[in-house]
C-alpha cells in the first residue's frame, strides 16, 4: 500500500521501535486494521503542506508516522498486550499490563510530537486536542453580565 508520509521501511522501522517480532506484529494484520494509514493520514492533517518537505524536515516527518503507527498499534487491544509479556497471577498481570501499555502509548504520543516540533521549513498545526482555558474566553471586559449588579 501507498502511503503519503510513511517511510517505504516503515514495517522494520515499527518492528524496532516497539521490539515486536513479525510473528507479534505481522504486516498485513496491521495493514488490514488500518493503523498504519490512520497513522499516515493523522501526520498529513497535522503537516499538510507536507508535499514540500525536504532534508531533516522530511526525516522528521517520517519519523512521526512511524511513532504514531505505534501509538495506534498500542492502544490496539490485539498488539498492546504482546509488547509486554510476563507471567503472573491473572488479576495482576492484566493491571500491570495495562499500566505498561498506557505507558507505551503516552511515550509514543510524547516522540510523535517531538518529531513534528522538529519540523521548521513547514507548517506543523496546533494538535486538535489543545485545551482552550475557558476562563479567560468568559472574562468580559465590557459591562458585567447582568448590570451593576
Known sequence: MAYKVMPMDWIQKIHA??????????????EDMGLVQIADNDVVKRVPDYLNATGSDLQYLEMASIFRACYHITRNPMFGNKM??????????WTKGRVE??????????QYEEMLAQIEDVEVLLPEYVSVN???????EGDPIGGDG
Open 134 to 140: 475557558i476562563f479567560s474566553i468568559a472574562e468580559n
Open 101 to 110: 501499555v498506557d505507558a507505551a502509548a503516552s511515550k509514543f504520543e510524547q
Open 17 to 30: 521501535v516497539t521490539s515486536m517480532t513479525s510473528a507479534d506484529l505481522p504486516q498485513d494484520a496491521i
Open 84 to 93: 509486554f509479556v510476563s507471567v503472573k497471577t491473572m488479576d495482576i498481570s
